[in-house]
């Protein structure tokens, strides 16, 4: 069975950190676009960051430039180190893996496999 599952979320002050985990089982990484997403209730989901385990392409929200950093260590997980942390950065984070998109990668259509995401909060 293909799942995603997210984990690394929690509570955290404003200008604190977390560092959320997307491991895939079921298949692996290589070759997808994986792209981390959130969420607030009543709004729109928003694409965070993506990386592409193609060609090594990473792309960020204007923002969370210059504070959330996107890697990975293998073939099964993806990381997203978030730094610096807002009240605005609360919601559920998704991730997703798909075909990559290039620069039009926040676009939900390129994503086939989601997670069940994870709540952070960041309380000022």
């Known amino acids: 069975e293909v799942q995603l599952v997210e984990s690394g979320g929690g509570l955290v002050t404003a200008g604190g950190s977390l560092r959320l985990s997307c491991a895939a089982s079921?298949?692996?990484?290589?070759?997808?676009?994986i792209g981390w997403f959130r969420q607030v209730p009543g709004k729109p989901r928003e694409g965070v960051s993506c990386?592409?385990?193609?060609?090594?392409?990473i792309y960020y929200a204007d923002s969370v430039k210059g504070r959330f950093t996107i890697s990975s260590d293998n073939a099964n997980t993806v990381y997203l180190q978030m730094n610096s942390l807002k009240p605005e950065d609360t919601a559920v984070y998704y991730c997703?893996?798909?075909?990559?998109?290039?620069?039009?990668?926040?676009?939900?259509?390129?994503?086939?496999?989601w997670g069940q995401g994870t709540q952070v909060t960041v309380s000022s």
């Open positions: 079921g298949f692996t990484f290589d070759g997808y676009a």
């Open positions: 997703a893996a798909g075909r990559d998109g290039g620069r039009a990668w926040y676009a939900d259509l390129w994503y086939r496999y």
């Open positions: 990386i592409s385990k193609d060609d090594g392409s």
